[in-house]
T-cell receptor
Framework: GAVVSQHPSRVICKSGTSVKIECRSL??????MFWYRQFPKQSLMLMAT?????????EQGVEKDKFLINHASLTLSTLTVTSAHPEDSSFYIC????????????FGPGTRLTVT | AQKVTQAQTEISVVEKEDVTLDCVYE???????LFWYKQPPSGELVFLIR??????QNEISGRYSWNFQKSTSSFNFTITASQVVDSAVYFC??????????FGTGTRLQVFP
């Protein structure tokens, strides 16, 4: 079964509004989760590393005030796209690392965001 | 800094042909991991393989096989007797143990009947 879930799987919002995307680790506790973004026909690029109980670490060029990450528990990380614009339309994918056993990195099914 | 290069942007083959997807990586680290993922049109990433830097043995899983050569910093992926269902984008990726994944640009494989 799925190890990581994301909600919603698809969302359409109007420009200027905020959208929250949830990433849940279903099988194990995850102190670290990663958020990636994939523009159409492009590769996945890491946006930020979400750390449970502390601030997220953002990659260069990613605005932390625009992409708010909250990792409030060992099984849930949320990414909020604030004041979304059409250029934020993308496929957002989270992943979790099972550091307790296999060090495998499991990906969620992704969330397709369209900003109109 | 680490880097992953997938020089083949798109490959088209006819069913039953063998196809090799190339992956070349750059790193100065001695301990690292290499991955291959499949991304079908649905978008979900499908894990195919993870290989650590100390294990250069080639691996075969059904119609899939991987050739890891540290001497050339390559981790190539071969699909034998390709099928239409193999059509997808394939990503090679690199990581340091529990760290983030660095992805290549992907190779779009189209298998025609």
């Amino acid at each position: 079964g799925a190890v990581v879930s994301q909600h919603p799987s698809r969302v359409i919002c109007k420009s200027g509004t905020s959208v929250k995307i949830e990433c849940r680790s279903l099988d194990f506790q995850a102190t670290t989760m990663f958020w990636y973004r994939q523009f159409p026909k492009q590769s996945l690029m890491l946006m930020a590393t979400s750390n449970e109980g502390s601030k997220a670490t953002y990659e260069q060029g990613v605005e932390k005030d625009k992409f708010l990450i909250n990792h409030a528990s060992l099984t849930l990380s949320t990414l909020t796209v604030t004041s979304a614009h059409p250029e934020d339309s993308s496929f957002y994918i989270c992943s979790v690392v099972d550091i307790g056993l296999s060090y495998e990195q499991y990906f969620g099914p992704g969330t397709r965001l369209t900003v109109t | 800094a680490q880097k992953v290069t997938q020089a083949q942007t798109e490959i088209s083959v006819v069913e039953k042909e063998d196809v090799t997807l190339d992956c070349v990586y750059e790193t100065r680290d001695t301990t690292y991991y290499l991955f291959w993922y499949k991304q079908p049109p649905s978008g979900e990433l499908v894990f195919l393989i993870r290989r650590n830097s100390f294990d250069e043995q080639n691996e075969i899983s059904g119609r899939y096989s991987w050739n890891f050569q540290k001497s050339t910093s390559s981790f190539n992926f071969t699909i034998t007797a390709s099928q239409v269902v193999d059509s997808a984008v394939y990503f090679c990726a690199f990581s340091l143990e529990t760290d983030k994944l660095i992805f290549g640009t992907g190779t779009r494989l189209q298998v025609f009947p």
